[in-house]
């Protein structure tokens, strides 16, 4: 295999754990990014064994291992399905992981507009050959959509304060790096707070870019039709957000938690979780890889 990590996998031992990999099996990665998570798995099959990832953004394909237990698809994992019934796996795949934090290599790469900890572009799109971006919606939304995208996506207490001052801002002059944007909501955010409520703002626009609880919930959904009986799905989650959607989906087989049952009772669900409560890092992964802190790994089997 060629090409350096350029990203730590969240979790990795108990990630590998979770997908119960067989020599002889076909897994696949969502979510491939730095392709840490992608490597063990590959490094675990046999010569029969195969291993499809999945990543929209061309980065990330480009830099992409060689293999022939491998294969690399540029694309959004919502549509995870489409690509393998064309690889003429659909409903054999022994195991699906999904890593939904952002590459470290995006947070790193100032050009890419991810973090306010450098300037750059506002443009935060992980296909960054289509859609809007960052700086698109800021100029464009309107301040009750803006409102809607800090409270829901970022949770925030003063999203139409958030809002009002990103629309008075932009009536003056365009916003359209990480740094004037930063400036311009640093005022409405909890001093005692700062990088945290600034970490939430500026996940709540790139969630809004990527369509990301759209994109989840697409995935989510596709799981059942890609897994055989008894594969193992397994999702790192990094906020409530998609945690939420992923352990409603994990339990009832609908991210929005309502549970269908038959004429005596029994769950309809097609998935299974396994365990109670999510695998979380140990405080030896948080000091080596800090980004994991929040990670949170839930389980589920296909009936």
């Given at each position: 295999?060629?090409?350096?990590?350029?990203?730590?996998p969240?979790?990795?031992?108990?990630?590998?754990?979770?997908l119960?990999?067989?020599p002889?099996?076909?897994?696949?990665?969502?979510?491939?990014?730095?392709?840490?998570?992608?490597?063990?798995?590959?490094?675990?099959?046999?010569?029969?064994g195969?291993?499809?990832s999945?990543?929209?953004d061309s980065d990330?394909?480009?830099?992409?291992?060689?293999?022939?237990?491998?294969?690399?698809?540029r694309?959004?994992?919502r549509?995870?399905?489409?690509?393998?019934?064309?690889y003429?796996?659909?409903?054999r795949?022994d195991?699906?992981?999904?890593?939904?934090?952002v590459s470290?290599?995006h947070?790193?790469?100032?050009?890419?507009?991810?973090?306010?900890?450098?300037?750059?572009?506002?443009?935060?799109?992980?296909?960054?050959?289509?859609?809007?971006?960052?700086?698109?919606?800021?100029?464009e939304?309107?301040?009750?959509?803006?409102?809607?995208?800090?409270?829901i996506?970022?949770?925030?207490?003063?999203?139409?304060a958030?809002?009002d001052?990103?629309?008075?801002?932009?009536?003056?002059?365009?916003?359209t790096?990480?740094s004037?944007?930063?400036?311009?909501?640093?005022?409405?955010?909890?001093?005692?707070?700062?990088?945290?409520?600034?970490?939430?703002?500026?996940?709540?626009l790139?969630?809004?870019v990527?369509?990301?609880?759209?994109?989840?919930?697409?995935?989510?959904?596709?799981?059942?039709?890609?897994l055989?009986?008894?594969?193992?799905?397994?999702?790192?989650?990094?906020h409530?957000l998609?945690?939420?959607?992923?352990?409603?989906?994990?339990?009832?087989?609908?991210?929005d938690?309502?549970?269908?049952?038959?004429?005596?009772?029994?769950?309809?669900?097609p998935?299974k979780?396994?365990?109670?409560?999510?695998?979380?890092p140990?405080?030896?992964?948080?000091?080596?890889?800090?980004r994991?802190r929040?990670?949170?790994?839930r389980?589920a089997?296909?009936?």
């Open positions: 295999m060629d090409q350096e990590v350029y990203h730590i969240a979790l990795l031992p108990e990630s590998l754990e979770a119960d990999i067989r002889d099996g076909i897994y696949v990665d969502a979510t491939l990014g730095g392709g840490g998570h992608s490597r063990a798995i590959v490094e675990r099959l046999g010569d029969k195969h291993l499809y999945f990543d929209q990330a394909i480009s830099r992409a291992f060689s293999d022939p237990r491998f294969t690399p698809v694309g959004n994992f549509f995870m399905a489409n690509y393998l019934d064309y003429g796996v659909l409903g795949v195991g699906i992981l999904a890593d939904l934090g470290s290599h947070f790193d790469d100032a050009s890419r507009g991810f973090s306010f900890r450098a300037d750059g572009p506002l443009d935060m799109r992980m296909n960054n050959d289509a859609g809007r971006s960052a700086a698109d919606i800021i100029a939304a309107d301040a009750a959509e803006l409102t809607r995208l800090f409270k996506y970022g949770e925030l207490p003063r999203a139409k958030i809002a001052a990103i629309v008075k801002a932009r009536s003056v002059a365009p916003i790096t990480t004037r944007f930063t400036e311009v909501v640093s005022p409405l955010v909890n001093r005692a707070k700062e990088k945290k409520e600034l970490a939430q703002i500026f996940q709540a790139r969630i809004a990527n369509g990301e609880m759209e994109a989840l919930e697409s995935f989510l959904d596709a799981t059942t039709e890609v055989r009986p008894g594969g193992h799905l397994a999702v790192i989650t990094y409530s998609e945690d939420r959607m992923v352990k409603n989906f994990m339990r009832t087989g609908r991210t938690g309502h549970e269908e049952k038959d004429l005596f009772g029994r769950s309809s669900s998935m979780p396994l365990g109670n409560k999510p695998v979380v140990s405080e030896a992964e948080v000091e080596r890889n800090p994991s929040s990670a949170k790994l389980i089997v296909k009936s």
